[in-house]
């Protein structure tokens, strides 16, 4: 049972490159999320998707975008990465929430940039 | 502005005692109350959840207490084992006004080391 899937692991990227992170899962649900986790701080909303074909923007969504042509994929997007994009990136899946307002999350993507 | 706050980064308890994480809020419309557990290089696991309508719910070791009128949650865990030791972050949602769909807001967590 794979649930939530994020790739890669680790990345490190030079000022200015870009790069997808890749999230999917497994468990066919509606809602999605990426959040980031700075270093001894909780974990921030990026960006969020209720189904495929729609998204909307969280609580810190300067400098990335998403898509969601699937319901299974969820994908973000670090265009012109700067070094205020060095954090831990975590994809989450949900059922909607006055169902069971339990979030599944991958094990996080960890992007340095330098 | 931090809606969630955990204002203890860490905890040290020994093994078979108690431990109680504590979480405060400042958003009176959050309605749900959820603890995740993280260990170093995973991603946040759920724990326990308590709706607003109840002031306690129960899982085996770990109860969650929430008192409405001063904005505050606790978890407890008795007793506390060596496999406890991770960080427990608490979020919160608002489930009616925004539907819940953009997600929780999470604290800072809290990092429990349980000592043999």
């Known amino acids: 049972n794979a649930g939530v899937t994020q790739t890669p692991k680790f990345r490190i990227l030079k000022i200015g490159q870009s790069m997808t992170l890749q999230c999917t899962q497994d468990?066919?649900?509606?809602?999605m999320y990426w959040y980031r986790q700075d270093p001894g701080m909780g974990l921030k909303l990026i960006y969020y998707?209720?189904?495929?074909?729609?998204?909307d923007k969280g609580e810190v969504p300067n400098g990335y975008n998403v898509s969601r042509s699937t319901t299974e994929d969820f994908p973000l997007r670090l265009e012109l990465a700067a070094p205020s994009q060095t954090s831990v990136y975590f994809c989450?899946?949900?059922?909607?929430?006055?169902?069971?307002?339990?979030?599944?999350f991958g094990s996080g993507t960890q992007l340095s940039v330098l | 502005d931090q809606q969630v706050k955990q204002n203890s980064p860490s905890l040290s308890v020994q093994e078979g005692r108690i431990s109680i994480l504590n979480c405060d809020y400042t958003?009176?419309?959050?309605?749900?109350f959820l603890w995740y557990k993280k260990y170093p290089a995973e991603g946040p696991t759920f724990l326990i959840s308590?709706?607003?309508?109840?002031d306690k719910n129960e899982d085996g070791r770990f109860t969650v207490f929430l008192n409405k009128s001063a904005k505050h949650l606790s978890l407890h865990i008795v007793p506390s084992q060596p496999g406890d030791s991770a960080v427990y972050f608490c979020?919160?949602?608002?489930?009616?006004?925004?539907?819940?769909?953009?997600?929780?807001?999470f604290g800072k967590g809290t990092h429990l080391i349980i000592q043999p």
């Open positions: 989450a899946s949900s059922l909607p929430p006055r169902e069971n307002e339990k979030l599944f």
């Open positions: 468990m066919n649900h509606n809602y």
């Open positions: 998707s209720v189904g495929a074909g729609i998204t």
């Open positions: 958003n009176s419309m959050f309605d749900y």
């Open positions: 308590i709706s607003s309508i109840k």
């Open positions: 979020a919160a949602q608002d489930t009616y006004s925004g539907g819940g769909a953009d997600g929780l807001t």
